[in-house]
């Protein structure tokens, strides 16, 4: 079978079997879920009713960095964990590098870049106030990252690989270090000192975007950021 | 009231022009000229909205905004349209030309 | 503050953690920092575990909101008891790890080396997130943190068969856990809490709860390798580097099996009387006799090990109907710890001594392995003493559990587990004696003065294997206070309290 | 009259098909932009849920980056492919120089 | 629940269920990561779902927070996924999980 | 921990350390080796005396450790288990000395006598346990450690001799492994007690406790090797001689006789086993055996088959005894269990020396075998005849025992099996002695082997027999020693049937 | 004022529906990535819409983020996307 169809979209009978056995548990789960109660104030109130006390004005920025910072501070993990799985796995970048032969490429990025990074600070920045936060500047970062790739004005190499260790583990280590640091004065993990919690919520932020954006990009190498003849 | 008649009237105006890139992009015969119908069309609905959501707006800062989507869009589209142009150009595709 | 058994709950997390990431920023300096992490990691552990035997369950606050806000981390005795477990076998692991991916001139295994560290690390303190964790989601997290981290430990190998036993495990353990998810979903639909504690507190039988148990289960069975969803686990764990197979079957498959525990004696016990633990029971069944059939038919010492794996896992869920019928009676749960204990242990020495026949021999299928005795009889000797745990000979960590376990099933009249056990145990010893028959084939003629060709395994590989397979069997004197360490506060609804 | 429940049942329902298509699509090129487009259309979706901070993640994350992750690997896959058939093996495996393996 | 949320929550279910079958059904890498992809879509779909309550009332932002974590998870897995198969792709030919053969 | 405390402990690690240390040790080391093995021997003799002073002086003797809720680990000194312990280290030592000698230069020495002290700790072990639990640890810790010792020529028939031998022992191990849980399940965590644990049968359990008894004899059954259960004994006959007369004499077999014994006196009690009606198909089977033994002993030629059949009919005789419900029955019973060891090591002491000296192996090749090595012979000789019976021997007093128990019992039909029993022993037994001493030699022997000196053989080869076989005369013509064996038997039966 | 900006969504909306089409035809990968662009700008206008329809300025940020992402995408698939099809069969895998 050419590994690029799988023309074989025939309805076979194991397809029909998965087929019906999905539509089964669809209609099995459809009809539990619309018996849940519907006005069950759940978690809402209680966030709510404890927004003032997070530092932050976006509730869903005091949950993600305050009320359930530890979930962040996992999350983070995972990202600067994927990396070193995909490392690990690959020893070239997998990213096609191909000079572009149009100059407007090139152009079309000096542009862009700058907004780009403009557009992540204000995320970040907005993201105690409004919806944004690290994970949309960071991601902003990543595409960044993206397209300076895609219109080759980097090409992996190892000295920027260093660059990009340290700036991978940049956010962890904040975190983790923020939050031991807590846990040594105040005697939890992760407990913000009253008041100044926006504060720390900020300077962690800011180390995890750089992380988050660079993870981000990372992942769109594929693999130890360093050319190998002919890696496609 | 004025203003939101002028606000409907964009809209309206907008919905046309998003109308016309759709139906450019499904109904013109090649690539070339889809990409025409398409980065016209779109950009220019686009630009109608942005100003209707304008003269809604509250302050300079959501106008800042807006200005900052449209432009991005605007540079972004163009962009990929010159590479999507040169890329099928090079993979050999001519432009159509209308039958005689 | 600092003497509190709570205040250093995060730091068990915190230590492994910064490990891997230095590990990661200094790959020279790997194996110091990965060793010390887990020296501290290890001791900590093993004082909180002590700690708490004496002062009882332990929960850390973190950041200061309490549930069901915030997140929770308790040390009672089951976490306890699964930490104290990671640690003995993570520090072995750390000491052989570094012999076995010894890299000499090879630019390939220095690679290996090199990212082995940091992605252990990650997977240590993720198990150790994981054990700690009281609230649904941020078990998720951590569940994707291990299933991560064991994939790329697994595809470190390189070989296409291991990246594609690395892939089909990355599918199981990705749906598992977007199951998982699903489950969480619905509990919090129904409850509108994620702590585990007040949802227990708020725990009725509602379809709701059937649903999110069935979603739940199901994905966590699909990581845990239950029958007959194991189909991932055999290639994954036989073609994977062995301290990385080690792992895999002492630790990694735990974590999913101690959530399925956890939560069906917190959550879901109000489905107690319903089929779906005697579901679970009959899965296991299933899986001790086609996992020992399995076991008996494979060619190679990992793939023997690996099939082993899948019928030993059975035995975890033989007891859930026991287990829930009586949640103040804890014996079916201490069979089941014991067990996991067990087979933790003897399971890791089992896989480090075929890595270090790997290593030696170039070779691990059976056939090769005639006259072993003879030639590595310090690897030998481990691996039957974890043989002996795995048949549940006495005096053994096996044993002890398999016993507690007949014990238990006894007791409550389950007499068709008496013998899915017993005869559990004498299957194990065929496929056990299939590699432990030949290893006493002689190599020379009989009566010729013997002309050593012992094979050289070095001390850092054959010091610790030769420790846990010890320990698989000296256990057996020390049930009492594994026990007396599980009984701490478990389960939290009738015995930690909110 | 209020027409925002429709909105929810077209944008639900243009989700679904998109879905299917994306998942069942001969092509696979055609699938991951179908998946693209998916993307896009959910982020749409939790912005009618007010959940803009999840819509931002998703059209950032889900979809954008997603996205270009997997049309650069469709595309890798075909260089091999077309390494593979022109019978040239494939180098991925080979041998670092001594000074990239320093720096490993 | 109201109209608009239960249409998503079972839109959301839906989606769950085409991406299992997707990831059952189809051989190719590629579509099995898209299919756990949109499995995930349909977990979140149902848990945004969860906490809309109506155009005048705030959302619950707990689920809100734990989606975005989700996302992040999705987008880490899609990665190391993607690598793994085109390492796959590159050593075997085969972008699919074909069965094992001893060696 | 006191002294009294941990003197059965001791006794154990006796063994196990040196059995542990010499794993260790290089094969070349053989004086190190020789004198951790013998220091252990004495070492456990002398403790061994001391406890026994002490038994007589009232003194209890018990190491108590915790290994689960409820059931502890229990090493216990009683009149039962001292008369297991004497035997079995004696003969330890005195195996231990032949196996010196018999396995100079074979290879993997280190490893056969490393297993083979674990496998007499193990025995120590099975003596000394308090209760079913440690019973159960230590006779499953025999089956692991004497797989090795059964498989040490590491030949394909060793091999596949080690593999019938486990599957024989753990399936029975499985049996026993069940019966001790159904015990507990019933009884609670019981202990063994003189006179029995179970004071009397409770209502209701009658039917389980019938069963668990069966699981019992059952799981002895096959290391004791009652028929149909003793299809291992024979093929592990591929051992070495040491090991063979450890599986016959000292350690395997036995465990399972003095399995049977616990588990009907101190267990069950042998009222409540009578209540029960358990013994009379017990009786049943261990005459059978004792029959069936005989006859398909005749049949052999290999001589080590020969008197791996004669085991299985004669070990019965202590089951037999314990089945007879009456003082004079179970003296005759526990007497056998001292007896038939000594004997029995004597024979395989002396096939065993006929094969490494000669390279004799089969019975048709010992014509004239008495004339080449005439103490060896006498010693066999000894052994033979007191396995027939003859007086004064001590065979003649187990049989004369079992007798009158016979009577004192009821069971009259048990006298003509002994006699039939007798008689075929001696159709299996005097046509050796006859060829051996009568018949001239034919030809040359098969494998001579010159050990030089002046022995007929190799000295550590010669003497162990020769001690043996003084020995099994002594114990018939002693027997009524103020502290000899028979006082001791009286001693342990007065005990157990609370005289 | 709602309902116009609801009935322009709906527009939209079909509008992106009438796309998928193009999606399917294709034919090059050119034409596909045209359907991109044409969602990208869609869904803008869209976004905008809505947050007019709710008045939030918040969802601006998204549309923001939205601009942004599908011009990535956009240029990612211009440079990544167009490798061709390997036009030979390989031979039977397996």
Same mark, same amino acid.
């Given at each position: ?232 | ?100 | ?14 230590? *492994? ?61 089951? @976490? ?10 993570? /520090? ?25 560290? $940091?992605?252990?690390?990650? /997977? ?38 291991? /990246? ?78 062995? $301290? ?25 016990? *109000? ?117 002996? @745990? ?5 005096? @053994? ?40 028959? $030949? ?18 395994? $070095?001390?850092?590989?054959?010091? *610790? ?34 | ?104 | ?8 929550? +079972? ?55 734990? +989606?975005?974590?989700?996302? +992040?998870?999705? +987008? ?28 | ?26 094969? #070349? ?58 035997? #079995? ?16 230069? #074979? ?9 083979? #002290? ?201 089951? !037999?005894?314990?089945? !007879? ?32 000296? !000669? ?141 | ?94």
């Amino acid at each position: 079978m050419p590994d690029f169809y799988d023309d074989d979209a025939r309805l076979t009978r194991p397809r029909i079997v998965a087929l019906a056995l999905s539509a089964a548990l669809v209609a099995l789960l459809s009809l539990i879920i619309l018996t849940a109660p519907g006005d069950l104030e759940r978690l809402n109130l209680v966030a709510r009713e404890r927004l003032t006390e997070s530092g932050v004005a976006n509730p869903v920025t005091a949950v993600l960095l305050n009320f359930r910072g530890y979930d962040t501070l996992l999350e983070v993990a995972v990202l600067l964990l994927a990396v070193i799985g995909i490392w690990s796995m690959a020893r070239y970048a997998r990213v096609w590098i191909k000079v572009p032969d149009t100059p407007v490429l090139a152009a079309f990025v000096r542009l862009v870049l700058p907004l780009m990074v403009l557009v992540s600070g204000y995320l970040l920045w907005l993201g105690a106030d409004a919806p944004g936060g690290a994970f949309q500047g960071g991601a902003v970062l990543g595409g960044m990252g993206i397209l300076w790739i895609a219109a080759a004005v980097w090409l992996p190499d190892f000295q920027f690989q260093r660059f990009a260790r340290v700036m991978l583990v940049l956010g962890l280590i904040a975190f983790v270090g923020a939050s031991t640091l807590l846990l040594a004065l105040e005697g939890s993990f992760m407990e913000y000192p009253a008041g100044e919690a926006k504060n720390w919520i900020l300077v962690i932020e800011s180390a995890a975007m750089i992380s988050i954006g660079m993870t981000l990009m990372m992942l769109f190498v594929g693999g130890i950021p360093r050319l190998n003849e002919g890696t496609v | 009231m004025l203003l939101d008649i002028a606000v409907v009237i964009l809209i309206f105006a907008a919905s046309f022009f998003f109308l016309a890139g759709t139906v450019g992009v499904l109904r013109l015969p090649d690539t070339f000229t889809r990409l025409h119908a398409l980065t016209k069309a779109d950009n220019a609905g686009l630009l109608l909205i942005a100003i209707a959501a304008a003269l809604k707006a509250d302050s300079w800062e959501v106008i800042v905004k807006l200005v900052i989507i449209w432009g991005l869009v605007i540079i972004a589209s163009s962009t990929v349209a010159h590479l999507i142009g040169r890329a099928t150009l090079q993979n050999g595709q001519t432009p159509w030309e209308k039958p005689s | 503050m600092p003497q509190d058994l709570a205040f250093w709950l995060p730091v068990v997390i915190a230590v *492994p953690l910064m490990a891997a990431v230095l590990a990661f920023l200094l790959p020279r300096a790997a194996f110091p920092i990965s060793l010390g992490a887990a020296l501290i990691t290890s001791g900590l552990v093993c004082w909180a575990a002590l700690a708490a035997v004496n002062a009882g369950p332990a929960t850390h606050t973190v950041g200061g909101w309490s549930a069901p806000l915030g997140i929770d981390l308790v040390l009672d005795g089951l @976490s306890g008891l699964l930490l104290v477990l990671t640690a003995i076998i993570g /520090l072995a692991i750390t000491v052989y790890a570094h012999g076995y991916f010894q890299p000499g001139d090879d630019l390939v295994k220095q690679h290996q080396y090199n990212f082995f560290w $940091p992605l252990w690390m990650f /997977l240590w303190a993720s198990l150790n997130a994981l054990f700690l964790s009281a609230d649904v989601f941020n078990l998720y997290v951590t569940l994707e943190l291990l299933g991560f981290s064991a994939v790329a430990l697994t595809a470190l190998a390189g070989k296409p068969t291991v /990246l594609k036993a690395a892939m089909r495990y990355l599918m199981v353990s990705l749906s598992g856990s977007l199951f998982y998810l699903m489950g969480v979903v619905f509990l919090y639909a129904q409850f509108g809490t994620l702590d585990i504690r007040l949802l227990s507190a708020a725990s009725a039988e509602t379809p709701t709860l059937l649903a999110s148990a069935a979603l739940i289960t199901t994905g966590l069975i699909m990581k845990s390798a239950l029958f007959p969803l194991h189909f991932w686990l055999p290639p994954a764990h036989a073609n994977a580097a062995a $301290p990385v197979s080690a792992l895999l079957s002492a630790l990694v498959v735990k974590g999913s099996l101690y959530i399925v525990l956890r939560l069906w004696l917190e959550v879901f016990y *109000p489905l107690a009387d319903t089929v779906a633990p005697q579901v679970l029971s009959v899965l296991g069944v299933g899986a001790v006799l086609w996992g020992s059939l399995q076991a008996m038919q494979q060619p190679r010492l990992k793939l023997l090990i690996a099939y082993s794996t899948v019928a030993q896992l059975g035995y975890m869920f033989l007891l859930m109907p026991i287990l829930l019928k009586n949640r103040d009676d804890s014996t079916a749960l201490a069979a089941t710890m014991s067990f996991v204990f067990a087979h933790a242990v003897a399971k890791a020495a089992a896989f480090l001594s075929a890595g270090s026949i790997l290593h030696a021999l170039k070779d691990d299928r059976l056939t090769a392995l005639s006259g072993l005795m003879k030639k590595m009889p310090v690897t030998t000797a481990a691996f039957a003493m974890a043989g002996i @745990s795995l048949i549940a000979l006495p005096p @053994s960590a096996g044993f002890l559990a398999k016993y507690q376990m007949l014990q238990s099933a006894l007791t409550n009249g389950y007499w068709g587990l008496v013998f899915v056990v017993i005869g559990g145990g004498l299957l194990a010893a065929v496929y056990i004696m299939r590699v432990l028959g $030949p290893a006493f084939k002689k190599v020379e003629p009989y009566g010729a003065e013997s002309t050593s060709k012992a094979v050289h395994v $070095p001390l850092v590989m054959s010091i *610790p294997t030769l420790a846990l397979a010890l320990l698989a069997i000296v256990i057996s004197f020390m049930g009492v206070y594994l026990l007396e360490l599980l009984a701490v506060g478990t389960p939290w609804v009738l015995k930690g309290g909110l | 009259m209020n027409l925002i429940l429709t909105v929810d049942v077209i944008l639900v329902v243009i989700m679904l098909v998109t879905a299917w298509l994306a998942l069942t699509a001969r092509d696979l090129q055609r699938a991951v932009i179908l998946f693209i487009a998916l993307g896009l259309l959910v982020s749409l979706a939790w912005v009618r849920l007010q959940a803009p901070d999840v819509a931002m993640a998703e059209a950032a994350v889900g979809a954008g980056l997603t996205g270009a992750l997997l049309i650069s690997t469709l595309n890798s896959m075909r260089e091999l492919q077309k390494k593979k058939t022109s019978e040239v093996t494939p180098p991925a495996d080979a041998s670092p120089t001594p000074q990239e393996a320093n720096h490993a | 629940m109201n109209d608009s949320a239960a249409l998503y929550a +079972v839109a959301g279910v839906i989606l769950f269920g085409m991406g299992i079958y997707a990831l059952v059904a189809y051989p190719h890498l590629l579509r099995k990561i898209l299919g756990m992809n949109v499995m995930g879509i349909g977990v979140f779909a149902v848990f945004v779902a969860l906490a809309y309550r109506g155009p005048d009332q705030p959302p619950d932002p707990v689920p809100h927070a734990l +989606v975005i974590t989700g996302i +992040v998870v999705a +987008v880490c897995a899609t990665g190391l996924g993607l690598t793994l198969a085109t390492r796959l792709k590159a050593l075997t030919g085969v972008a699919q999980l074909t069965p094992d053969q001893e060696d | 921990m006191t002294w009294e405390n941990s003197l059965p402990l001791l006794i154990v690690l006796t063994s196990l350390v040196p059995g542990v240390v010499i794993f260790f040790l290089k094969e #070349s080391t053989v004086g190190v080796r020789t004198t951790l093995n013998m220091f252990g021997a004495v070492a456990k003799l002398v403790l061994i005396a001391v406890m026994i002073n002490g038994l007589l002086n009232e003194t209890t003797y018990e190491t108590r450790l915790p290994f689960l809720p409820g059931i502890d680990f229990v090493l216990r000194a009683d009149t039962l288990s001292i008369l297991f312990c004497i035997l #079995s280290a004696v003969l330890w030592l005195v195996t231990t000395i032949y196996a010196i000698g018999y396995l100079e230069h #074979s290879p993997n020495r280190s490893r056969f006598f490393g297993f083979f #002290s674990l496998c007499v700790s193990s025995t120590m072990g099975i003596a000394l346990a308090g209760n079913l639990m440690t019973f159960l640890i230590f006779y499953e810790l025999l089956t692991i450690c004497t797989y090795p010792l059964v498989v040490h020529k590491g030949d394909e028939k060793a091999l596949r001799g080690g593999r019938t031998y486990l599957i024989y022992t753990l399936v029975g191990g499985g049996a026993l492994l069940l019966a001790v849980i159904w015990m507990y399940a019933i009884a609670g965590p019981i202990e063994f007690r003189d006179g029995g644990a179970i004071d009397a049968i409770v209502e209701g359990a009658r039917g389980p406790l019938t069963v668990i008894y069966f699981l019992f004899i059952a799981a002895f059954g096959v290391k004791s090797a009652i028929v149909p259960l003793h299809g291992w004994l024979p093929r592990a006959m591929v051992a070495p001689a040491p090991v063979s007369a450890l599986l016959h004499a000292v350690a395997v077999v036995k465990a399972g006789a003095f399995g049977i014994v616990r588990v009907t006196y101190d267990l069950f009690g042998i009222d409540v086993a009578n209540d029960l009606g358990v013994l009379t198909p017990l009786m049943i089977a261990t005459s059978l055996t004792i029959i069936v033994g005989s006859v398909l002993a005749i049949f052999q030629d290999d001589i080590k088959k020969r008197l791996a059949y004669s085991t299985v009919s004669q070990v019965s005789y202590i089951a !037999l005894g314990v089945a !007879l419900f009456g003082p004079l029955g179970s003296i005759g019973g526990i007497m056998h269990l001292v007896h038939q060891g000594v004997m029995k090591i004597t024979l395989f002491f002396g096939a065993g020396s006929f094969d490494e000296t !000669l390279g004799v192996t089969k019975i048709s090749q010992m014509d004239g075998i008495g004339r080449r090595m005439p103490l060896t012979m006498a010693a066999f000789t000894v052994g033979a005849l007191g396995m027939i019976g003859v007086p004064p021997t001590a065979g003649f007093i187990t049989k004369w025992f079992l007798g009158t128990g016979a009577i004192e019992a009821n069971s009259h039909w048990v006298i003509g099996v002994l006699i039939l029993s007798s008689l075929l022993n001696a159709g299996y037994f005097l046509p050796i002695l006859y060829r051996a001493w009568f018949k001239p030699q034919k030809g040359d022997w098969p494998s001579e082997h010159d050990f030089g000196g002046r022995f007929e053989t190799f000295w550590m080869l010669l003497l162990p027999p020769v001690v043996t076989g003084v020995f099994s005369i002594l114990l018939g013509l002693f027997a009524n020693l103020p502290v000899g064996l028979l006082y001791w038997v009286r001693l342990i039966v007065l005990r157990e049937y609370e005289l | 004022m709602t309902l116009v900006y609801q009935i322009a969504v709906i527009f939209l909306l079909l509008n992106i529906g009438a796309g998928l089409i193009r999606i399917l035809r294709g034919p090059t990968p050119a034409d596909r990535l045209l359907a991109v662009q044409l969602f990208g700008t869609t869904g803008t206008a869209i976004l905008i819409l809505l947050s007019m329809e709710a008045d939030n300025d918040a969802y601006k940020n998204v549309a923001l983020a939205f601009a942004l992402l599908s011009g990535i995408l956009g240029v990612a698939f211009a440079r990544y996307g167009q490798a061709p099809r390997p036009t030979s069969t390989p031979a039977k895998e397996g």
